[in-house]
């Protein structure tokens, strides 16, 4: 019943931009904190932004704010990531992941979501940012 489905990836030159989705299949009457993960070759995975759906509050990690941007669609239960000014080092594979939440500062706020504490992940989608 719970899927989170990932899509938007690919490949794009330094300087471009992509945005990632994520088709949330969770049950509904509930909040959840939902996050964007990265994983690069050989790096832990890493929380990139947070969002809160019990009242759209988000949070941004790693000085990524200002370059991405996270969202959501309710009427479409769809979290977006929306990335500009891509850079090399943004190459990942980036993941899609949600948790029941009640308390929205456990979800945007203190410090970077560890990915253990979320139950519900998607596949991933690769992004490759090249020179």
């Known amino acids: 019943q719970v899927q989170l489905v990932e899509s938007g990836g690919g490949s794009v030159q330094a300087g471009g931009s992509l945005r990632l989705s994520c088709a949330a299949s969770?049950?509904?009457?509930?909040?959840?904190?939902m996050a964007w993960f990265r994983q690069a070759p050989g790096k832990e995975r890493e929380g990139v932004a947070a969002?809160?759906?019990?009242?759209?509050?988000?949070a941004y990690f790693d000085s990524l704010k200002g370059r991405f941007t996270i969202s959501q669609d309710n009427a479409n239960n769809t979290l977006y990531l929306q990335m500009n000014s891509l850079k090399p080092e943004d190459t990942a594979m980036y993941y899609c992941?949600?948790?029941?939440?009640?308390?929205?500062?456990?979800?945007?706020?203190?410090?970077?979501?560890?990915?253990?504490?979320?139950?519900?992940w998607g596949q991933g989608t690769q992004v490759t940012v090249s020179s």
């Open positions: 969770l049950p509904t009457y509930r909040s959840y904190c």
């Open positions: 969002l809160y759906t019990g009242t759209g509050g988000t």
């Open positions: 992941a949600a948790r029941p939440q009640t308390n929205y500062w456990a979800c945007t706020l203190g410090p970077r979501p560890a990915a253990p504490s979320f139950g519900y």
